[in-house]
């Protein structure tokens, strides 16, 4: 695990930038809810880092990388999601604003337990996104803008490098099943209504001025993405309920070291890269 400080100069980006425009579409929509998201999940951590005994220095140390790493995802993000609101998307920006009042409001009322479940929760399941990603969703990326496939690969990549981390803590600091479980329902009824109202309101845009037959063509591309994607998620969470489930057990896919170290040395660089730099590093 490191952390890789990846900047992008977005200028420009189109938004279909999948060769799927609905993946795209549907895929942007849930980059402010990310933003959302990533900052409470550190918020949490680094309460939980405090509150891990002494002898578990390793995993005060992942813990560390991973609020770092996820510092630098959701600031990529924030980049990114100023193009979407230039873009338009009303009602985007306050979805988003709406999630971070309710993730504040779970940190001042909910005990360090309940959002540690919370938050593991919602990196068991970055971990399948990251597995449909990288070797089923090949067609997706291909031929994209590098730009737009670079972020969500090489973020998809970390949060594949540190899925373990949520988990262990919750381990130590409870080991109940039951806390897990319950974490997973909690997080799956929160983020859902917003995931739905966030795709909406950016398919509502992108389709206001088809005419009928595009828009029924867009309709049929979105449900077989939706169709595709979420029958092989619901293979995956038959094993996250499991009393014995564990993110380490997960192999590495395919591409993802060689992600990792394309990613890693494009983020040496003090200038954010644009397309071109970014084309080789896609092409792993």
Sequence with gaps: MKPRHLRIDFTGVPLAWSPNAEFAWITNSGSPL?????PYLNIVMSRVRDALPDNHGELKRQVDIFIRQEAFHYRLHDSFNRELYAAGYPGLKELADQLKADLKEMLERRPLLWNLAYCTAFENLATFMAKFWFGMADDLFEGGDPRGVALMHWH????????TVCHS????LSGNYVTRVRGLVSMMRHLTPYKKKAIAIVLGQERAT????????????????????ERWMMRQLVGIFRPYYDPADHPTPRGIPE???AYEAIALSDVPADRERLAPAVAY
């Design 259 to 261: 992600a990792l170290a």
């Design 156 to 163: 998809m990549a970390e949060e594949f490098e540190h899925r």
């Design 169 to 172: 803590a919750l381990t130590v």
């Design 34 to 38: 990310t933003s959302a998201v990533e």
């Design 210 to 229: 088809m005419t009928a037959a595009e828009l029924a063509a867009s309709i049929a591309r979105e449900k077989a993405f939706n169709r595709r994607f």
